[in-house]
């Protein structure tokens, strides 16, 4: 489930909301014929608690794959990611707790690779919780995080330095992207790196569809509250006045395209007031909230190629679920 948040809650009342913006992309994708909400806003200090709930319930299986691949799998990752003795730069892109990186911190440290862990998150809280933690596990890392956009912390890495790089993008994030915008988003990540530097991404692969389902719809309801905060984070923070009972949680998964959409359902007609515009639902209009694209291995190596890299090695957890794959630049 994705991962970027962007500066919120600054607009102007008498001005035409500014694109980019959080109440400027919100009233943009609302305004729409197939109404949407851009998932990067998920992620506010609620919303940062309910996904760390979800990862943890029993149909959320993407996390424990790829934990296992990091837990049990680390020092195969070190053979194909890194080279002894060279001072490197680990960028790790939405960063989150870093629960599954901190394997392979903790084999990099012990190995004493020479890195400087670099990691990017929009939320100032996510990043300010993580510097705490590793610096008390890990007295000798050397940490400096990015608070922002993910393009903008490598443009920043890449203007202050020239170590090689290996970036991070774990957690099947690159799934909250359609396959077009995948493509588009590694070829922009290419463009701040120089010939021989690594990536790792992280791909939920293609699976029996019922188990797919079910992590996106789970019985305890914590998607639904997941999305349901999407509309709280609104009212409290661009004025707005959703009223939860009239909308309902609903996923659907294409197990032929590999795509699984998220959507909160209208229930009744019914308006919503921003300050300076009104937004019109019918009864069983939808908004839809995110998409969740799994993969063919096939799909990653064509990606890997059309965006500047060549496929190195992957690495899977025990039932074939989930795949890590990394590439080089060229």
Known sequence: MYMRKEEVGR??????????????????GLSKDQKSLPAKYFYDAAG??????????????????????????????L??????????????????????TQYLLAELLAQEFPFTYRPIDISGHIIEQLEERLKAEFPKIAISSFQGDYFQGLADIQRTGNNPKVVLFLGANIGNMSRDEAKLFCMNMRTFLDAGDRALIGFDLMKNPRIVQAA???????????NMNL?????????????????????????LQGACNSYLVSI???????????????????IHMEVSQKY????????AEEAGFRPVHAVYDRRGWFVDVIWEAF
């Open 296 to 303: 063919r291995f096939e799909d990653t190596q064509a990606l």
């Open 48 to 77: 940062d608690a309910l996904f760390q709930q979800i990862m943890r319930c029993p149909e959320y299986y993407l996390t424990r794959c790829e934990e296992e691949i990091f837990k049990l799998k680390t020092r195969e990752l």
């Open 79 to 100: 053979r194909y990611l890194f080279k002894d003795g060279e001072a490197f730069d680990l960028i790790e892109l939405g960063a989150g707790d870093a629960s599954k």
């Open 216 to 226: 996106y719809d789970d019985s305890a309801g914590l998607t639904r509250q997941f």
């Open 231 to 255: 509309l709280h984070r609104m009212n409290h923070e661009l004025g707005a006045d959703f009223m939860e009972d009239l909308f309902e949680h609903y996923c659907q998964y294409d197990p």
């Open 11 to 28: 607009y102007d009342v008498d001005h035409h909301p500014k694109a980019g913006t959080f109440y400027g992309d919100v009233l943009a």
């Open 268 to 286: 009744l007609d019914h308006t919503v007031h921003f300050p300076n515009k009104d937004i019109a639902f019918a009864s069983g209009e939808v």
